[in-house]
């Protein structure tokens, strides 16, 4: 009885270790989605804004033609 407890143990304590293992996988790809997304997002913002510099270009340019 003692010998299946510590066998049932053992078992639960290697599954422990092995979903802590994949949870610290999981944490470390979020963290890096996480980072990507910021930089996206700060590449979304700079487009923006030279998107708009040149609609204000544009915009010059077909008053300077009419």
Avoid at 18 to 24: A, I, P, W, Y
Wanted: aromatic content about 4%.
């Amino acid at each position: 009885d003692i010998k299946i407890r510590q066998d049932s143990v053992t078992k639960l304590l290697t599954d422990v270790q092995l979903m802590k293992g994949k949870q610290e996988s999981m944490d470390s790809k979020l963290l890096a989605m996480k980072h990507e997304n910021e930089a996206l997002w700060r590449e979304v913002a700079s487009l923006r804004q030279k998107h708009a510099q040149q609609q204000k270009v544009v915009n010059k340019l077909i008053q300077f033609l009419i």
